[in-house]
């Protein structure tokens, strides 16, 4: 991931997807860009800014990298294996989640911070924090020159190739 993130000028954040929201016979390209990085994250630390707030920081630094006109990189071809929020105690569950009104203080915090772009929404009965994307989708990433006339098969790739999802063979995958 940081190879591959390393190939362009103007990307703040990086990281891999989660293992749920990436389902094994979901046909996934092998990365999104211009959308969140939670949890499991490459920071560029030529960032202008740093971690804020109690609440949703991940989504927050996200949102503030794209509004600086940089990209972002949400790997499908690696995922992490975190546990779901709220699955397990440990962490801030005593301290931040265990005193709040259904997690209602989360998504008013983002929302007060991005108001552009954040709505509150209830599920699962609980509050959440929606992020319209949208106005990101036209960041491009940029290639870093040295890497502009070379060939792939020059750039380690460590043995993986980029093929359309028509051609791949899932019956190779012990699904």
């Not at 954040?13 to 990085?37: A, E």
């Not at 960032?47 to 503030?64: A, K, Q, V, Y």
């Not at 209830?122 to 036209?138: A, L």
């Amino acid at each position: 991931m940081e190879d591959f993130t390393d190939r362009f000028s103007n990307v703040g954040l990086s990281g891999p997807n989660y293992f749920g929201f990436c389902k094994k016979y979901d046909k996934l390209p092998p990365f999104y860009s211009n959308t969140r990085i939670y949890s499991c994250i490459l920071v560029n630390n030529n960032l202008p800014f740093r971690w804020r707030g109690l609440f949703n920081e991940d989504t927050d630094i996200s949102l503030r990298t794209l509004k600086n006109n940089m990209c972002t990189i949400l790997f499908n071809a690696f995922l992490c294996d975190k546990a779901t929020t709220l699955r397990m105690s440990g962490g801030n569950t005593d301290e931040i989640y265990k005193n709040t009104h259904h997690r209602l203080e989360f998504a008013q915090s983002l929302q007060n911070q991005h108001p552009d772009v954040v709505k509150i929404t209830k599920k699962f009965n609980r509050f959440h924090h929606h992020v319209n994307y949208k106005p990101f989708k036209n960041i491009k990433l940029l290639l870093k020159p040295q890497f502009s006339n070379v060939h792939y098969n020059k750039i380690n790739n460590y043995n993986m190739s980029l093929k359309h999802s028509s051609q791949i063979n899932l019956s190779h995958y012990n699904l």
